[in-house]
């Protein structure tokens, strides 16, 4: 039986199913909305599903894409893929490419929001405004411990025999991102897992843990390449992912940037308070716009 990407919850819009061929692989991608285009990045274990709740309320405002990064989710998954940060944020130049986006907003979420600072850094004419949700950063120590230990060349082949057996065990890893596992809507920890009963659904990730450190010392070293990018920081306040504390030394790497923080919320706002979130988002792209008329 072929697995199909789960329905997302629709408005008048309607959310089209998009497929391109890069690097030789087939990347999917959902679009709708009309405005100026929006581009949304998941997070490491995320993909467009990530979104469900965000492009129909953001879909009267903007044109919305929300892409499947190669690797992940229902897109391809070439062996030797190039999964370090810059190698992901050039992709998505050459997506925005693909679809004929000359210029975007950009969203990205955990190691999304540090693949949308890096595309931003390699082609910054080409990033109007940055929304970071959460965003893996050179100040976000958490992480980097993890990463080595997974990506070392011992536990490495062990994770990649038993990741694909550890199912029973995904509740407990989505109640984790949550500040308060109650908010668990229907149908998210089902649309969250789809994927990982396709093969190969964790190299991706492996390879993006093993250049996890050089990957931030790269990205902190281009960050003074958009400081002058208008930035959205949202974040939980109960992150048990990437510590809220790193949103203060990375609001000082950019000239105009604002902080907003979750009350009782985790690593997945757009999940857990969507309606907050989107409000947030949808706030911050109206007055932009409105200052740039």
Sequence with gaps: MTLRPPAIHRNTYTIEDHWITLDGARMRYLRTGSGPPLLLVHGLLGYSFSWRYTLPALASQATVHAVDMLGVGFSDRPDNLDTSLRANADRLLRFLDAVNVDSCDLLGTSHGGAVAMMTAALAPERVRRLILVAPVNPWSERGKRMAGFLSSPRIAPLFLRIAPHLQPFHGYFLRRL??????????????????FA???????????????????????????????????????????????????????QFHDCRVQLFDGVGHLPYDEAPEEFNRAVAQFLAQETRSEV
Excluded at 231 to 241: E, N, P
Aim: charged residues 20%.
């Design 198 to 252: 396709l093969p190969g659904a964790f190299r991706c990730g492996l390879g993006i843990l093993r250049t996890w450190s050089p990957d931030l010392a790269e990205l902190g070293a281009m960050l003074p390449r958009i400081a002058h990018i208008p930035t959205l920081l949202l974040w939980g306040a109960k992150d048990a992912a990437v510590p809220p504390s790193s949103a203060e030394p990375l609001r000082h």
């Design 178 to 195: 949550y500040g308060d596992p109650r908010r668990i809507r229907a149908g998210t920890l089902e649309g969250y897992s789809a994927p």
